[in-house]
């Protein structure tokens, strides 16, 4: 079964660019029905009001109020919304931080910098092909 590109999507990044830069990749692959959170905090406002129609989180790590990881183990441990895709975005590739992420649930993650076809295999490896 293909994706559905008109599932909602969460991007959670303290930095503009950032989001702005996500936002264009996703709807480079189709995917219009993007909403934004600048931290972790927020993003769980949000998830935790409407989290039920989101099919994917991509969440930046390293943010202020409350980390990407932080908001990965709220996530995981909300009976709501424990079973959405989530996507971790970092500058740091070090292997302890996989690991954490991984034992968190994370379903994969993006090292920056990346480019539009490691993003797009990235959300196939963890959607399915769309």
Excluded: H
Excluded at 33 to 50: M, W
């Amino acid at each position: 079964m293909a994706v559905d590109t008109n599932m909602r999507v969460l991007i959670v990044d303290d930095d503009k660019t950032m989001l702005r830069l996500m936002c264009n990749l996703l709807k480079q692959l189709n995917f219009n029905n993007v909403d934004e959170a600048i931290d972790g905090t927020e993003a769980l406002t949000v998830l935790r009001d409407d989290g039920d129609k989101f099919g994917l989180i991509i969440s930046d790590w390293n943010m202020e109020l409350m980390t990407g990881i932080q908001l990965l183990r709220e996530v995981r441990g909300d009976d709501d919304l424990k079973s959405i895709p989530f996507i971790m975005v970092t500058a740091e590739s070090k292997s302890e931080n996989v690991i954490a992420a991984e034992e968190a649930g994370v379903s994969n993650y993006i090292v920056k910098p990346f480019n539009a076809k490691s993003f797009k295999s990235k959300m196939v490896s963890v959607l399915g092909e769309f």
